[in-house]
């Protein structure tokens, strides 16, 4: 049950980037939440909607495991390896929040769901 809700949260987590990357780049939201300024948010608007894709590939890959439940074992195992090691590159080469935002609560969820609580 633990295990479920972890990674629900980092599914909602990562629908939340799918929103700010492909929708609210360009808005002041959007700007404020990676630090952007207007200019910079117009030039790299393409980069991010492509990159919020792949985010959303992830929630996708996340709520294909939870659906199936405990056969979704596997799927859910290596979605959050994907979250994990996305977050520990994001935070190791961008931002440092990045460990905070997206690899923790993944490391968590992998944990739950190793022992499966």
């Not at 990159?51 to 659906?67: I, K, P």
């Amino acid at each position: 049950m633990i295990a479920t809700v972890l990674i629900v949260i980092v599914a909602l987590i990562h629908a939340y980037i799918v929103v700010l990357e492909m929708a609210l780049w360009t808005t002041p939201r959007g700007r404020r939440a990676f630090g952007m300024s207007v200019e910079k948010a117009e030039l790299t608007k393409v980069l991010a909607a492509n990159q919020g894709l792949y985010n959303g590939f992830l929630v996708a890959g996340l709520a294909w495991g939870l659906w199936l439940g405990a056969g979704g074992f596997q799927i859910k195992v290596f979605f959050l390896v994907c979250v994990l090691v996305a977050g520990l590159y994001g935070a190791a080469t961008v931002s440092r929040k990045i460990l905070l935002v997206q690899a923790i609560p993944a490391a968590l969820a992998l944990i739950a769901l190793a022992l499966r609580i």
